[in-house]
């Protein structure tokens, strides 16, 4: 290990300890106006910057905290954060809390775990739909999608799966936050999503004479397996494609299956031998059958169910990514974002059907993540689907376990990310009072830790 990496991983700290402090101290400084004199306050914030100054370990206290493992709420509680880490979470009375850690005390408010958003597309813009999509560069895509990763990490989501974006772009936002260029979630990308010639994932905007096709295009079980062979090599993390037609592509039929099954099962068996899981966009049901047949590991969308892709889905395991609430934003401002007019009408046939079809997958029991289609509507407006969730049948607890421990597991990220357990990342969010009584309060968090980095927090 050289030099350069050790005083590169000192300035990394110094930067988190400095950015802590400073946050810590905006917290706090409310509560000592009101109780100390200026002269005191000023005496007080010397000693805290002294005291605090070096210190890896927090400790954050609520007045509850969701634990998502065990489905149940803590009164009174406290999460302890060493440097990066999870050390202890719980009902204050069972923890032995470090007297020389920082502390902040967000009072009424609910702590959860970093919240977990399965399907979006960070470097779309919801204002560019349609033929409007044509005038946007790849660069400027990706420049946006800096923009959009920081709204959606303040949002409270410090995970998001990017199933699908062009020219690799997804890689390159994913690599810029982790080497700390920009402020954004934790990125499990899949660079360009594969589908069928003319089908849903490849451009269908241009006459003949332009020669245009998506780059994830390909026919064919080999073709298929090179095509995952290169996203791999490209930086991809999961494999998406495009088993069925879709709303907001032009020409393709919402329920018709596009890829055949030994297709799929190509395209999936060569992503499993890799480690890598596998996404599908499905709405129609026989291409979601032959998808969970083929063993993929999440559906999307899944708007046309019947009983026997439920039973499937329950038989294998296999997770449902239902974007319940894009529905309203498409009916209500899609015209003006430029969707097509072909597209309204099929969301219009589409978007109650998938909503009662939530309410059967919930109630049978099938693994359920959240996953908002962002990208399609606004980035940072994810949260408004928990609101949805709890209305077509689920509970508030099932709703927050979508977004936290289930998309964890999904990911075989389980060991590190989804809960409050000891021993895992500190990605921590709270909001607000108490969302098991009024699920709209997860669209004002208000506190969110990152990897043991706070990067949002305001007086609660």
Known sequence: MTHAHFINKDKQALERALKTITIIIEV????????????????????????????????????????????NVIKNAAVVVDDNIITAAGAVASISLPTDAARIDLGDSTLMPGLMDMHVHLTSDATRHGYKRLEVSLPRAAITGVKHAKATLEAGFTTVRNVGAPGFADVALRDAINAGDVEGPRMFVAGPSLGVTGGHCDSNLLPYEYDN??????????????????NIKYGATVIKFCATGGVLSKGTKVGAQ??????????IDEAHLRGLTVATHAHGTSGIKDAIKAG???????????????????????????????????LGEGEKAGILEESLNKERIVGKTQRENFKKAVNAGVNMVFGSD?????HGDNPKQFARMVKFGMTP???????TINPARLLKQEATLGSLDKGKFADIV??????????SLMENVGFVMKDGSIVKQYAM
């Open 213 to 230: 096709y998506s780059e994830g295009v390909a026919d064919g079980p080999w073709e298929v397996r090179k095509t995952v062979r290169r």
């Open 28 to 71: 706090n400084i409310v509560n000592w106006i009101s109780r100390f004199s200026k002269q005191s306050v000023a005496i007080a914030l010397s000693t805290f910057i002294t005291s605090t100054a070096w210190a890896e370990t927090i400790v954050i206290t609520a007045d509850r905290l969701v634990d998502v493992t065990n489905g």
């Open 397 to 403: 607890m099932q709703a927050i376990q979508a977004a």
């Open 296 to 330: 993929v590991d999440s559906v999307e969308h899944v708007s046309l169910l019947d009983d026997e892709a439920i039973a499937l889905a329950k038989e294998n395991g296999t997770y449902f990514s239902m974007d319940i609430y894009v529905t309203e934003y498409i």
């Open 430 to 439: 709270a909001v607000p009072g108490n969302p098991m009584e009024d699920m």
């Open 258 to 267: 596009q890829y055949t099954f030994e297709e799929m099962k190509a395209l």
């Open 374 to 378: 962002a990208g399609v509507y606004p």
